[in-house]
Each structure stands twice: as structure tokens, then as C-alpha cells.
């Protein structure tokens, strides 16, 4: 299966880039376009452990979400 490229955008003074769901093999590119932050809106299909050793938080938008809710 081919992934879709990666897409930057920006907001005011907030840098995006939306991909499809990481991989291991992809932190370099997340370290290239310095990621700080990945809110996962998938599952999980790589190891928090190595983005956050790599000082790149990771977010679970269904975990947020269900937060404001109750």
C-alpha cells in the first residue's frame, strides 16, 4: 500500500505536518521537520517509547477528547 505524502501547513505561529500514521522507520523525517508533538488519531501501530526517547510527546486524541466530555 502507498502512503500519502506528508503535507505542511502552518497557523499563525503553529507548524503542522499531517501523515499517515507513523512508523519506527519514520523518526527521522519526524526529527527532520522537528516534530515536537504527534496526536495520534489512529491506532497505534509503533512503539511510544522510541518518538518519546527522541523528546517528541505523543497524544491520544480519542484519550483528550473523552476527557472534555465527561
Not at 34 to 44: P, S
Request: glycine share 0%; net charge positive.
Amino acid at each position: 500500500m502507498t502512503c500519502p505524502a506528508p503535507v505542511k501547513t502552518a497557523y499563525r505561529n503553529m507548524r503542522f505536518l499531517i501523515t499517515h500514521s507513523p512508523t519506527n522507520a519514520s523518526l527521522q523525517e519526524l526529527k527532520k521537520n522537528r516534530v515536537t508533538t504527534i496526536v495520534r488519531i489512529c491506532e497505534a501501530i509503533y512503539n511510544i517509547a522510541i518518538f518519546e526517547k527522541e523528546s517528541i510527546q505523543v497524544l491520544d486524541r480519542i484519550t483528550r477528547f473523552n476527557c472534555f466530555i465527561q
